[in-house]
């Protein structure tokens, strides 16, 4: 089934750690995005890229950095991990050639704690 | 900052009666308005949307009305079935910028 992936499914992870969550679409989809939710925040974008090879910072960048190398993947890495980072992590992608607006697909998450 | 406010955190309806769900949004360049359904433990889904173009959209069960002078939106469903409880976020696009701002999320709870 056609779709994104995400993994890990859940982490648990010591302050400080590096970690990179994994993310994948098969939709050819030139845009992605990684956001986090949290419980009375609702979804926060932190970074984006609209094609392979650029990325954008969103709303909650910091302590966070994605990489574009081609279209199928783009990864998030926490270089060192902290406990405010403790949240659930949505990948989503979107074709955005051509047409101003674009419904998100969205994978089924990463829950990650960071004690 | 939130620019997108969902104020109702939690919504309970019967069966068979209409749930209506209610979103504010702050940003006059919002032009394009989604609503998308959250189960647990899974990613949102869409589920409808609406241009600012527009002031109603309809899709089966679900509605979404946008009056734009009030910078409010809502979605309506008609018969609300068990099978709708789920969180509900309301999002926000301006064209220009292509990212979506989402507001805090309601859980709507349809009892049977």
């Known amino acids: 089934i056609a779709g994104i992936t995400q993994a890990p499914t859940s982490q648990i992870l010591a302050a400080g750690r590096r970690m990179t969550l994994r993310c994948t679409q098969d939709?050819?989809?030139?845009?992605m995005y990684w956001y986090r939710q949290d419980l009375g925040l609702g979804l926060r974008l932190i970074h984006y890229?609209?094609?392979?090879?650029?990325?954008g910072k969103g709303e909650v960048p910091d302590g966070y950095s994605v990489s574009r190398a081609n279209t199928d993947d783009f990864p998030l890495t926490l270089a060192s991990a902290v406990p405010s980072q403790t949240s659930v992590y949505f990948c989503?992608?979107?074709?955005?050639?051509?047409?101003?607006?674009?419904?998100?697909?969205f994978g089924p998450g990463t829950r990650l704690t960071v004690l | 900052d939130q620019q997108v406010k969902q104020n109702s955190p939690s919504l309970s309806v019967q069966e068979g009666r209409i749930s209506i769900l209610n979103c504010d949004y702050t940003?006059?360049?919002?032009?394009?308005f989604l609503w998308y359904k959250k189960y647990p433990a899974e990613g949102p889904t869409f589920l409808i949307s609406?241009?600012?173009?527009?002031d109603k959209n309809e899709d089966g069960r679900f509605t979404v009305f946008l009056n734009k002078s009030a910078k409010h939106l809502s979605l309506h469903i008609v018969p609300s079935q068990p099978g709708d409880s789920a969180v509900y976020f309301c999002?926000?696009?301006?064209?220009?910028?292509?990212?979506?701002?989402f507001g805090q999320g309601t859980t709507l709870q349809v009892k049977p």
């Open positions: 890229s609209n094609t392979a090879g650029t990325t």
């Open positions: 940003n006059s360049m919002f032009d394009y």
């Open positions: 939709m050819r989809h030139n845009a």
């Open positions: 609406i241009s600012s173009i527009k």
């Open positions: 989503a992608s979107s074709d955005i050639s051509g047409r101003a607006y674009n419904e998100q697909f």
């Open positions: 999002a926000a696009m301006a064209s220009n910028t292509g990212k979506l701002i």
